[in-house]
């Protein structure tokens, strides 16, 4: 990292997110917020969501006019939202008498591969926001979206705020890239489900990235894996005080790590049946060809020997999805793939994510022990060399994730290490 | 005007105001609108305010975060608005499998002088509008802004959609300038106020410009200014049906013009009295120098030989300057200008708007002759070529604008003229 031109000490990026700028209020406290710390962070890069629910009203207006809003125009009305909180904030700094400055995705030169509401960041020119810091502004940046090479305004879909922080951290080497939320930081379980949920201080880059990717609300793991290349330290903490939060960084700097550091679950899911599909070869792998094709993410293939359930292809997938999967049942049922789908969304998914996971065969087993001791029924299994998911009912999943909770994090030592 | 590469017919500039956007149904409405009467404007491009409401929304947002919210983050945070009218009719025209691209300032080029909150247009690169109109689109623009050299976002004052509409129908040298409004077009008075006011079938520039600056909801005056240098028609029209409306050309191509075309009131003014300034040379000079240093138009100024009122100057401004009056006037108190300052708000211009008014002076006594029967005082007359305007009290200012109107337009007559 080169010393910087102007003030001194290294960029620091703070992310945030929706409900951290839901209202005028919420705006004046980050203001008090980036105001007393200002000694601390002289060379600060805000980057900033939508107010919480302006993007669902905006959604909601186009689809009012429209019946399948997407595309260019879509992507320049979900613009607007970060573009209204980082001009509030700007505003809102000035009249503090701290010199700030707002920026769009075009004005601080962020480039994306330019496919519309689902876009990449492909590259930032920093010139702008490194002359703005050396003028001794406050940079504020909108979240969320970048510019293509016609100059189009692209989004990097839901959770892109946090892409951007990442992006902008790395391209210009901060120190930190602070994600500031409505919790302390990253828990081993949500907090709001789980009471004896354990506040880590610090975490790995891949932890947090199977965490996410589980279901956690920690970050966007498309930006922990940003950081993890640029080796940028991530900060997940409050936006309501000053505490630290969770550290994410590389494996090898931490210390000692736990060998399971959440139990996440995902009721977002739904389990997709194809019936009477004939034993032919080539038949499966038109199905995940087509799925594939389609932009259709499946999550988990169950696959069972038992006769009852010979001719089927089970999979599971993420609920949005659904929609898209049954348009390609119907071709498949006009080219005699198979004689018609059947879809369950009463399910659900429940995870353990550790780094030492597969290293430790025991700790499967032992969730697994958790689950049939109260009788949940584990519909398939699936494990990975940092995490282990199995498909449950989704009225079960609060009880099941209490219960493999306290199996691997027991209140008395949870109370003994958090004394 | 050079004949158009792709699709025939000449470019039409349609502008929408703030009511003909103000909720996702009126936009739909415009998208029928512009659906059924596309053969006949197949060179369309669109300019849009931003929903009705919004802008208060957000300088309501804006003075939540900020005492003084102005400049730079101010045009940033207000552009917002035009964005998302422009992309929701860009997605309502799609989803009817009409091509369309909503376009922002920046994006076609409408580049100001730089001045935020109240920019002036200076000059459109039209090519990449001309590239969409070639390739069978209907371009949808961004009104009230434009971008300044640094690529910031800088608006053009209320009103400045129509600004954006004049001004691209001149860089493009339209057919026509199209206002779409919430009224049928063009009256010799208020509709909503005077039920017996004439719809006009055209009028000249020059009149256009002085009602529009007498406080009637015409048009914004630059945009006719724009017109009518550039020699551009404007057609103003309703947006909720296709009849013929108003049209504003050359006083030279109008067959036959009325004495007087429009009698209109506003109320939107305050009487500012500075008290026992010296008699002394100079001092006059330093108060409206001051003022206009100070961006404050005064409308009126005040004389009187009456020994009563020596030693005093009385100006009339609009009501939105009076703070900035107040501010000034403390200074001159500093100064020996004045003992201080005297604002009524009680008060109403009244004017006659007609080409030939200064030509036929018998007008401006009926007028008097009028408001004198009914004795309604008059503080003070202000006439130019084309205007008398008289100071009276605001609440006889409806009495007066419609016993004026009666006896310019006689009910009798207007119900003949428009059988």
Not at 281 to 310: C, E, K, T, W, Y
């Amino acid at each position: 990292m080169t010393a910087p031109a102007g003030r001194e000490g290294p960029v620091v990026v703070q992310k945030y997110g929706g409900t951290s700028v839901a209202t005028a209020e919420r705006i004046l406290a980050i203001a008090d917020r980036i105001e007393r710390n200002l000694d601390r962070t002289p060379r600060l890069v805000v980057v900033l969501s939508a107010m919480g629910s302006t993007t669902d009203e905006l959604v909601g207006l186009a689809h009012q006019v429209s019946d399948r809003p997407a595309g260019r125009e879509m992507d320049l009305l979900l613009s607007t939202g970060e573009q209204v909180t980082v001009s509030l904030l700007g505003l809102a700094l000035q009249s503090r008498g701290i010199p700030a400055i707002s920026l769009t995705a075009l004005q601080c030169g962020i480039r994306t591969d330019g496919v519309f509401n689902v876009a990449r960041i492909r590259s930032i020119d920093t010139a702008r926001i490194r002359a703005e810091l050396d003028a001794g502004r406050v940079v504020i940046v909108t979240g969320f979206q970048g510019i293509n090479d016609a100059d189009d305004v692209t989004t990097l879909g839901r959770g892109g705020s946090d892409i951007t922080g990442a992006a902008l951290a790395a391209a210009l080497g901060a120190g930190a890239c602070e994600i500031c939320t409505d919790v302390d930081g990253v828990f081993s379980a949500d907090p709001s489900r789980v009471p004896g949920a354990r506040l880590w201080a610090e975490i790995s880059y891949e932890e947090a990235i199977e965490m996410a990717s589980s279901g956690a609300k920690v970050l966007h793991p498309r930006a922990a894996e940003v950081c993890m290349e640029y080796d940028v330290p991530i900060h997940v903490r409050s936006s309501f005080h000053l505490r630290v939060g969770t550290w994410i960084r590389g494996a090898a700097s931490i210390m000692e790590r736990a060998e399971v550091v959440a139990v996440t679950g995902d009721a977002k899911i739904a389990k997709f049946t194809l019936l009477d599909v004939p034993d032919e070869p080539g038949m499966a792998a038109r199905v995940f060809q087509d799925l594939a094709a389609g932009g259709i993410n499946v999550r988990l293939i169950i696959q069972s020997a038992s006769s009852a359930h010979q001719g089927r292809i089970t999979f599971i997938l993420d609920k949005e999805f659904v929609a898209g999967a049954r348009e390609l049942a119907r071709s498949w049922e006009a080219g005699g793939v198979t004689s018609g789908c059947v879809v369950e969304d009463d399910v659900a998914k429940i995870s353990i994510v550790g780094s030492r996971l597969a290293a430790t065969p025991g700790l499967a087993a032992r969730m697994f022990a958790v689950l049939a001791r109260r009788g949940i029924n584990i519909d398939c299994i699936s494990s990975s060399e940092m995490k282990v998911a199995c498909v449950i009912s989704a009225e079960r999943l609060d009880e099941a994730t209490a219960a493999v909770h306290e199996e691997f994090f027991p209140a008395k030592e949870t109370a003994a290490a958090t004394a």
